[in-house]
């Protein structure tokens, strides 16, 4: 099995766990937490701030000793924009289920003090559709660079229709090389509908000293320290993907390979 594809641990719990330590890198850490009603998870933020991503189902929220009641509520990743909160360093939350519920908790390093926690609402989202053809996929923006609430998060949702290719052209944000490029790490958060489906991520530099291709199954996470990371959901399935990236500069600014440059243009 590749070294970037991460499955789930079980059906319970904390299914994924990718701390800077087990990947390898510096800055990016996500879990997903699968809960039943009544169930619950806490934690400190210490030297990391949060976004906490209602994936699917609800659940009672607290953060920074504020009650912030019952939020979430989609039925899946498929059905509408999601709720989500910010948490900044040291802080704490928690979260108890009231339903069941897909939590996922994206992090990455806290920089300034005095950041405030924020419920962040599926109409505060910005939602775009991006590509043209079989390349178009649909976006919501839950915590993006122009959003000044984060200090290294940027936090997406992505869902390619089947038999449609996203992250595509292929492109980078491994160096940092401002205004022309950013260096950021990426972890993709794959979920699929109907559930049994499948789909393919390939990611790979220019000199090929990495090159993995990963079969993409329901509830996988994909690590990109660097390269190029398109993928292609075959027909009939429909991809949903969480990513959350983060480096030294809080800037999305990608380079594509000038070999498939020319299909922007096509």
């Known amino acids: 099995m590749s070294k970037l594809l991460v499955k789930p641990s079980g059906e319970t719990g904390k299914v994924i766990s990718v701390t800077p330590e087990s990947a390898g890198w510096t800055y990016v850490g996500f879990d997903v937490h699968k809960l039943a009603a009544g169930q619950s998870v806490a934690a400190q933020t210490g030297k990391r701030e949060i976004c906490l991503v209602f994936v699917s189902g609800k659940g009672k929220v607290s953060a920074g000793g504020v009650d912030l009641g019952e939020l979430g509520g989609r039925t899946s990743p498929f059905d509408g924009a999601p709720y989500a909160v910010y948490v900044p360093g040291n802080g704490d939350w928690q979260v108890e289920a009231t339903t069941p519920l897909e939590l996922a908790v994206c992090s990455a390093p806290a920089v300034s003090e005095g950041k405030a926690v924020r419920v962040i609402t599926p109409d505060e989202m910005g939602q775009e559709t991006r590509g043209k053809g079989t390349n178009v996929r649909h976006v919501t923006n839950i915590l993006p660079e122009t959003d000044p609430t984060a200090d290294s998060l940027l936090v997406v949702e992505v869902i390619t229709p089947g038999g449609h290719t996203s992250s595509y052209p292929p492109h980078k944000h491994d160096a940092d090389n401002l205004p022309h490029e950013s260096l950021l790490e990426e972890t993709y958060y794959h979920r699929l509908n109907p559930a049994q489906g499948y789909g393919f991520q390939r990611v790979y530099t220019d ?60």
């Open 207 to 266: 000199d090929r000293s990495l090159d993995e291709t990963m079969l993409i199954e329901d509830g996988v996470t994909t690590l990109v320290p660097k390269g190029y990371h398109p993928c292609a959901a075959i027909h009939g399935y429909d991809l949903y993907y969480l990513n959350v990236m983060a480096g030294p500069k809080r800037i999305w600014k990608f380079h594509n390979q000038k070999e498939h440059e020319w299909l922007l243009g096509a």
